[in-house]
């Protein structure tokens, strides 16, 4: 949204960002320099005049601050600290994950799930009945149907302690 009159004008404009797509809620644009981010401007703002970000507080205030500072940090080319929402190891089942959903959505058995991901020399190690990587493709392929069911908004979300 365009900035209030009462903050100084500064050079944050969203000209350079990248291409912009109208719709009802206002335009949206593809920021990427090395991390993407979808930016959306409320309706009435100007992309080329001083911006500002409206961020809730409510109990996800700290990660979307977060994702504001890295957003402004690839904006103006300084590095971008790592997002700490996913680690490596969540990347890389959340990956998996989503080519057992492929795979199953077009007709691959467990089987050819857990020889595309792990391999084929793996899968053959063991007897497939018993192996454990029967179990992790049917986890996989469980893991995937849920976050299609809306799970993946967990990602979005920081861990917090009780």
């Known amino acids: 949204m365009s900035s209030p009159d009462f903050l ?13 797509r109208e719709s009802p809620q206002g335009s949206h644009a593809i920021h990427d320099n090395g991390i993407s981010a979808q ?3 409320l309706a009435g703002s100007e992309r080329d005049h001083s911006l500002a970000a409206v961020i809730p507080l409510d109990s996800q205030t700290l990660g979307r601050v977060e994702a504001l500072v890295r957003l402004w940090r690839g904006y103006h080319k300084r590095p971008v600290p790592p997002d700490t929402r996913v680690t490596a190891q969540q990347r890389r089942r959340l990956r998996l994950m989503m080519q057992a959903a492929d795979g199953r959505t077009n007709g ?19 007897p497939w009945k018993t192996s454990s990587l029967r179990d992790a493709a049917i986890g996989l392929v469980k ?4 976050m299609i069911g809306g799970g993946y908004l967990q990602l979005l979300r920081h861990r917090t302690r009780h």
């Not at 100084?8 to 912009?20: D, F, M, Q, S």
Request: overall charge positive.
């Open 108 to 126: 691959a058995s467990y089987r050819e799930i857990a020889t595309a991901c792990y391999g084929t020399e793996r899968v053959g190690a063991n």
């Open 143 to 146: 893991g995937s149907a849920a």
């Open 8 to 20: 100084p004008i500064g050079p944050a404009t969203l000209g350079g960002v990248g291409r912009h």
């Open 39 to 41: 930016i959306l401007l």
